[in-house]
Nanobody
Framework: QLQLVESGGGLVQPGGSLRLSCAAS????????IGWFRQAPGKEREGISC????????NYADSVKGRVTISRDNAKNTVYLQMNNLRPEDTAVYYC????????????????????WGKGALVNVSS
């Protein structure tokens, strides 16, 4: 069983940066594509980024493209989400999630079949 724990959330001013981490335990991430999702109050959950199991492929939702970078360190069993130039509309609970896969070089956040979820980390962008 894979457990995912997010960290790095908090309060940040508009224009600021945060790096979220998703630490996995229970088994390795070598055969898991990882996605980041977020849910703002009163809104549906949105997939914002994913990274392939090998780390060679990543994609981003239009809402964050150019401001967000996803990366992973399989040796540390951790996936990161670097967020820059944050806006108040980025305020949400951010979740990482995993899909088992033998296709290690592809990921599309729109088509992930999620098997494991973290519990989320709150990001609050406010002055």
């Amino acid at each position: 069983q894979l457990q995912l724990v997010e960290s790095g959330g908090g309060l940040v001013q508009p224009g600021g940066s945060l790096r979220l981490s998703c630490a996995a335990s229970g088994k390795g991430l070598d055969y898991n594509a990882i996605g980041w999702f977020r849910q703002a109050p009163g809104k549906e959950r949105e997939g914002i980024s994913c990274i392939s199991a090998s780390g060679s492929n990543a994609n981003y939702a239009d809402s964050v493209k150019g401001r967000v970078t996803i990366s992973r360190d399989n040796a540390k069993n951790t996936v990161y989400l670097q967020m820059n130039n944050l806006r108040p509309e980025d305020t949400a609970v951010y979740y990482c999630a995993a899909q088992s896969t033998f296709v290690r070089t592809f990921c599309d956040v729109r088509s992930l079949i999620i098997e494991y979820w973290g519990k989320g980390a709150l990001v609050n962008v406010s002055s």
